[in-house]
């Protein structure tokens, strides 16, 4: 089972929810919990694991060989990321707007773009008990999220079996990291607050995922600010209200100290369960 947590804003409480879950599930099953936030991983804030891996992550980009090349131009004509392009008597690659694709390497008629790893940043695996934490951080100067976000999805399903429970921090927003991050999921939970900016957030996140044919709910984090236009949008669209979590200074006092929250606040933990209920009754053919 891949689940997916996710938003359509940054700071409405993805990673709280995350490590959260995750650490409570982990009491009773397997599970792996992944900071796809490659931009910014923070779920291992929270988790304090032993490290039991570690390894660089390279993307792979074109360099241009200018004894070879017979300047057709045919490369800038493949190339839909205009990452190659040519002036005059030479070709310039721009690394940070390439995509991987090959295109330009695999329909360079002298051979003259080999692909050549680049390094993008680096995935570290922990430890603790039941609960495997994977994250993965962007190196600075690097632009592009999705291809780290790509291979740490490939590694998490490579050395796992089905009977883990894979839950997947996401990043925020509604581009391409978090269409990567979520694309696979078999649920995916939105995490929105009650405020004008949530409910503008959570619609551009709500049509992203009616988009991808996701099953996709609503938890409402912060509940008692704001006002009550999140509900009433989420029973006008017929989405599912997961849980709701209450505004609490503990809360955020246990949370800007590091703290796991479930164990420290009775109404958290309440409403992980009724999370975890949700999940169990509504991903039919899945069983926590």
Same mark, same amino acid.
């Given at each position: 089972?891949?689940?997916?947590?996710?938003?359509?804003? *940054?700071?409405?409480?993805?990673?709280?929810?995350?490590?959260?879950?995750?650490?409570?599930?982990?009491?009773?099953?397997?599970?792996i919990l992944t900071d796809l936030d490659v931009e910014e991983p923070n779920s291992g804030l929270f988790i304090k694991g032993n490290l039991i891996h570690q390894e660089e992550k390279f993307k792979m980009v074109p360099r241009w060989n200018s004894e070879k090349?017979?300047? /057709? *131009? $045919?490369?800038?004509?493949? /190339? $839909?990321?205009?990452?190659?392009?040519? !002036?005059?008597?030479?070709?310039?690659?721009?690394?940070?707007?390439?995509?991987?694709?090959?295109?330009?390497?695999?329909?360079?008629?002298?051979?003259?773009?080999?692909?050549?790893?680049?390094?993008?940043?680096?995935?570290?695996?922990?430890?603790?008990?039941?609960?495997?934490?994977?994250?993965?951080?962007?190196?600075?100067?690097?632009?592009?999220?999705?291809?780290?976000?790509?291979?740490?999805?490939?590694?998490?399903?490579?050395?796992?079996?089905?009977?883990?429970?894979?839950?997947?921090?996401?990043?925020?927003?509604?581009?391409?990291?978090?269409?990567?991050?979520?694309?696979?999921?078999?649920?995916?939970?939105l995490v929105t607050e009650p405020t004008p900016f949530g409910l503008h957030d959570l619609k551009l996140a709500v049509e992203t995922m009616r988009e991808l044919d996701k099953k996709f709910g609503v938890v409402v984090n912060r509940y008692g600010i704001g006002?009550?236009?999140?509900?009433?949008?989420?029973?006008?669209?017929?989405?599912? !209200? !997961?849980?709701?979590?209450?505004?609490?200074?503990?809360?955020?006092?246990?949370?800007?100290? *590091? !703290?796991?929250?479930?164990?420290?606040?009775?109404?958290?933990?309440?409403?992980?369960?009724?999370?975890?209920?949700?999940?169990?009754?509504?991903?039919?053919?899945?069983?926590?």
């Open positions: 089972m891949k689940i997916a947590i996710a938003s359509g804003k *940054g700071g409405t409480g993805k990673t709280t929810l995350s490590t959260n879950l995750a650490a409570l599930l982990a009491e009773t099953e397997k599970v090349c017979a300047l /057709c *131009g $045919n490369c800038q004509k493949v /190339c $839909n990321f205009h990452a190659v392009i040519q !002036i005059v008597d030479q070709i310039m690659v721009f690394p940070e707007l390439c995509h991987s694709c090959y295109a330009c390497s695999e329909l360079c008629p002298t051979n003259s773009l080999p692909m050549i790893p680049q390094k993008m940043g680096e995935l570290r695996e922990y430890k603790l008990d039941n609960l495997i934490f994977i994250e993965s951080r962007l190196d600075i100067g690097q632009e592009q999220a999705v291809p780290l976000i790509a291979q740490t999805k490939k590694y998490v399903d490579g050395k796992s079996s089905d009977e883990i429970i894979k839950l997947y921090d996401s990043p925020p927003g509604t581009s391409c990291p978090v269409i990567e991050a979520s694309k696979d999921a078999d649920f995916v939970i006002n009550d236009d999140v509900i009433k949008y989420c029973r006008v669209e017929n989405i599912p !209200i !997961i849980a709701t979590i209450p505004n609490s200074r503990r809360i955020a006092e246990l949370y800007s100290g *590091g !703290i796991l929250l479930y164990p420290e606040v009775p109404e958290f933990k309440e409403s992980l369960l009724q999370i975890i209920d949700f999940i169990r009754g509504n991903i039919s053919g899945d069983e926590l």
